[in-house]
Nanobody, 122 residues
Framework: QVQLVESGGGSVQAGCPLRGSCVAS????????TGWFRQAPGKEREFVAA????????TYAASVKGRFAMSRDNAKNTVYLQMNSLKPEDTAVYFC???????????????WGQGTQVTVSS
């Protein structure tokens, strides 16, 4: 059973950075593509970014492209989401998700973490 645990959320002012981490257990990290999603109060969950198991392919939502960057360290079974130039509209609970696939897609993820809160004040 794959388990994912996020950390790194917090409360920051607009323009400041945060780095989220997602640690996987119960799997070989390089076999799984990993994505980050977020859900703001009163809104549906939305795709943020994804990275392939090899780390060679990344996909980003238009709203975060150029500000957020994913990376991974498969030796540590950890995926990172570097969030720069944060905006108040980035406020949400951020979830990581994984699927056994070589493609860093935006959907059809099988395993989910519990989420970490990111709050950006103006």
């Amino acid at each position: 059973q794959v388990q994912l645990v996020e950390s790194g959320g917090g409360s920051v002012q607009a323009g400041c950075p945060l780095r989220g981490s997602c640690v996987a257990s119960g799997c070989t990290s390089s076999d799984y593509s990993t994505g980050w999603f977020r859900q703001a109060p009163g809104k549906e969950r939305e795709f943020v970014a994804a990275i392939s198991g090899s780390g060679l392919s990344e996909t980003y939502a238009a709203s975060v492209k150029g500000r957020f960057a994913m990376s991974r360290d498969n030796a540590k079974n950890t995926v990172y989401l570097q969030m720069n130039s944060l905006k108040p509209e980035d406020t949400a609970v951020y979830f990581c998700a994984a699927k056994r696939s070589a493609i860093a897609g935006i959907n059809e993820y099988d395993y989910w973490g519990q989420g970490t809160q990111v709050t950006v004040s103006s």
